[in-house]
């Protein structure tokens, strides 16, 4: 099972960008979809963005298309969600996920299963 592990959270002021990292460890050689996701307090589990293995498909929440990217390099196992014009709207805890064949939260086809331990966003207005 691969692990994942995310950093690149912080806080920023309105209109600001940051980059998030999903660093994939262990056995990631099944791995199907990579997505972020993000939750905030008193509120329900949200998908930001996938992407497919290999890259070919990137599907985006209507709440963040034209304002995050999702992208991978697979030399480096790693995802990024670069997220530009930032809103306090987006304030969350941020988790990475991966598809490896098995059960999990569903997102198209899609089913994420492996969790990152997130890492939290704050947008000040």
């Known amino acids: 099972q691969v692990q994942l592990v995310e950093s690149g959270g912080g806080s920023v002021q309105a209109g600001g960008s940051l980059r998030l990292s999903c660093a994939a460890s262990g056995y990631t050689y099944n791995t199907k979809c990579m997505g972020w996701f993000r939750q905030a307090p008193g509120k329900e589990r949200e998908a930001v963005a996938r992407?497919?293995?290999?890259?070919?498909?990137?599907n985006y929440a209507d709440s963040v298309k034209g304002r995050f990217t999702i992208s991978q390099d697979n030399a480096k196992n790693t995802v990024y969600l670069q997220m530009n014009s930032l809103k306090p709207e987006d304030t969350a805890m941020y988790y990475c996920?991966?598809?490896?064949?098995?059960?999990?939260?569903?997102?198209?086809?899609?089913?994420?299963?492996?969790w990152g331990q997130g890492t939290q966003v704050t947008v000040s207005s």
């Open positions: 992407i497919s293995n290999g890259g070919g498909s990137t």
């Open positions: 996920a991966a598809d490896q064949g098995g059960g999990g939260f569903r997102w198209g086809v899609c089913r994420f299963g492996t």
